[in-house]
């Protein structure tokens, strides 16, 4: 996953307004009835930084803040591993079928404190098989040093996208094979 140059990154609106167009030609009026960016997402005040629709991928950028610190003073590993899933999970609806993720593994490789001021999360979808997605993500400071890796696994899942739907229609996703069934 190569790093823009951040000097060529577009305005974080722009870039928002860019992702929502794309899923308004994707779900049409149903995208409506989704949380876009999720509440999440806006609460950790992540911005999308840059996406590449041919290549799979997504960036973007969370703050680190004094209440996502653990006792040791750098970033709880649980803070990284939503700043991880804010960015794989607005990618995989832009790139695939609805999906929940199945399978998330993160190996930490240095610690993140105050002081980085942010961390870039880049993920990208590196294969399809069937109802199943798999990705890769990496977390790194603003000077590109590699922070953290991380590994998941999505299950295609079909939902009601018509427009009358509330957004939380999940329909039955179980594979067979032990796949989600949303409740």
Known sequence: ??????????????????????????????????????????????????????????RARFPIKQEYLNP???????MIAAAIDNTLGPLSILIAPPNLTRTLEIK???????DLGSIIVTAQLIAREGNELRFKVEVRSDGGKLLTRASARHWI???NTSPDNTGSDFVDGSSGEGGPTAS
């Open 157 to 159: 899942t079909p939902v």
């Open 72 to 78: 040791y003073k750098v970033m709880q590993g649980g």
């Open 108 to 114: 930490y490789s240095a610690p993140i404190p105050l």
């Open 1 to 58: 996953m190569q790093m823009a140059n951040p000097r060529e990154l577009p305005d974080s609106d722009d870039m928002l307004n860019k992702l929502t167009a794309i899923l308004r030609g994707k779900f049409g009026p149903a995208l409506d009835h989704f949380l876009i960016p999720p509440p999440v997402f806006t609460s950790m005040e992540g911005e999308f930084l840059a996406f590449d629709q041919t290549e799979g991928w997504l």
